[in-house]
């Protein structure tokens, strides 16, 4: 089945440790993106790639890194240096800037 | 100024109501708009696009303002199941593959 996956579903994190999540998705979309979503509000953009090999910042990329090494593949990482990471984390692609489809996400929580 | 704006509710209608949501944007020269759905801690699923003449998919109807730069979503005889979370979605012009999300309209249909 095409469609986009992420894990871990749940990840619980230290404070002061990088962790990644995973994105991947074989829809053979360009564009993929990657949201934080906090509880009562919107889904604030942290980083998008249009193809691979290139990604821009969102609004909200303080504290993240992504790589775009496979077209598939759209690996967010949070750093340290993100003060508040506990959120939920959400992963979608699109063809040509159209409608995106999202993976059903990551919670992460720091202990 | 958001560049999308929701009333965030709740809207509490008896089923087979008919109730009605509207969504504001700020960029003028925006070109794609779409309704999600998003459930209590799931991803959001696309429900429909806005398309400049309206369209409509079985009890739900979307038109677009562009006069007021507004959306809306209308719902027909409501159903337990329409219970959820309706994200607006904006794709301005400057930026074809970037999406606004508003924080979302929450429905309760109730029995």
């Known amino acids: 089945d095409g469609g986009i996956t992420q894990s871990p579903k749940y990840l619980f994190r230290k404070e002061g440790q990088n962790v990644t999540l995973s994105c991947e998705q074989n829809?053979?979309?360009?564009?993929m993106y990657w949201y934080r979503q906090d509880p009562g509000q919107g889904l604030r953009l942290i980083y998008y790639s249009q193809i691979v090999n290139d990604f821009q910042k969102g609004d909200i990329a303080e504290g993240y890194s992504v790589s775009r090494e496979k077209k598939e593949s759209f690996p967010l990482t949070v750093t340290s240096a993100q003060k508040n990471p506990t959120a939920f984390y959400l992963c979608a692609s699109s063809i040509d800037g159209d409608t995106q489809y999202f993976g059903p996400g990551t919670r992460l929580t720091v202990l | 100024r958001k560049e999308v704006e929701q009333d965030p509710g709740p809207f509490n209608v008896p089923e087979g109501a008919t109730v009605a949501f509207n969504c504001t944007y700020s960029?003028?020269?925006?070109?794609?708009f779409f309704w999600y759905r998003q459930d209590c801690r799931k991803e959001p699923k696309l429900l429909m696009s806005?398309?400049?003449s309206g369209n409509e998919d079985g009890r739900f109807t979307a038109q677009l303002n562009r006069a007021s730069q507004y959306i809306s979503l209308l719902i027909r005889d409501s159903k337990l199941s329409d219970s959820a979370t309706y994200l607006c979605?904006?794709?301005?012009?400057?930026?074809?593959?970037?999406?606004?999300f508003g924080s979302g309209t929450k429905l309760n249909v109730k029995p």
């Open positions: 960029n003028s020269a925006s070109q794609s």
């Open positions: 979605v904006v794709n301005p012009s400057y930026n074809f593959n970037k999406f606004y």
């Open positions: 829809l053979n979309h360009d564009a």
């Open positions: 806005v398309y400049s």
